[in-house]
């Protein structure tokens, strides 16, 4: 399945390059930078996220993100968390824009095994969706974000799906 999902991707990132290529109207827009913190997935808990512009052809925008997350509401604060990666379009006018998502959460986990007497750090692989809404300010670089996150844990023995929401906040460089 992620073997699946890398190529699904791979492929929808250059079928979308050689469509904008074709197209004389494609318009980078000056910030092409975002930084945003967020509460719930798919940091999991709470993180730091940052988009890069791909492409932006009219009312799409094409953007690629990678973070980090921690849950901070355990007191053993870095025994678990979260780098995630993802592609996320948006689609819309300035200022408010529909945006949808697909990406891959690697959660890591630290946790005492008794029987050997050490510590054991467990992986888990979670495919997300993202569907939301983003509102950009005009005259300042803030965005505010909301949505839901559809969650697939991958586990041993069997895959658990649940829905988590996302709330953002954070600037366009």
Do not use: W
Not at 126 to 149: A, Q, S, V
């Amino acid at each position: 399945i992620m073997r699946n999902v890398f190529i699904f991707t791979f492929l929808a990132i250059i079928s979308l390059n050689s469509i904008s290529a074709q197209n004389t109207d494609t318009v980078f827009m000056e910030r092409k930078h975002n930084i945003h913190f967020s509460v719930g997935a798919p940091a999991m808990y709470c993180g730091l996220t940052y988009e890069y512009m791909f492409r932006h052809l009219n009312k799409i925008t094409i953007l690629t993100r990678t973070g980090v997350g921690l849950n901070i509401f355990k007191p053993s604060i870095g025994k678990e968390f979260d780098i995630h990666t993802g592609i996320t379009v948006l689609y819309g006018n300035k200022p408010s824009k529909l945006e949808l998502g697909l990406g891959l959460i690697h959660y890591f986990m630290e946790n005492y095994d008794f029987e050997m007497e050490k510590n054991k750090l467990k992986y888990k692989l979670i495919l997300y969706g993202l569907i939301g809404y983003r509102f950009e300010f005009k005259n300042n670089p803030t965005t505010i974000k909301i949505g839901i996150t559809p969650v697939l844990v991958f586990n041993k023995d069997n895959k658990v799906f649940f829905p988590l929401a996302e709330l953002g906040f954070g600037f366009r460089l």
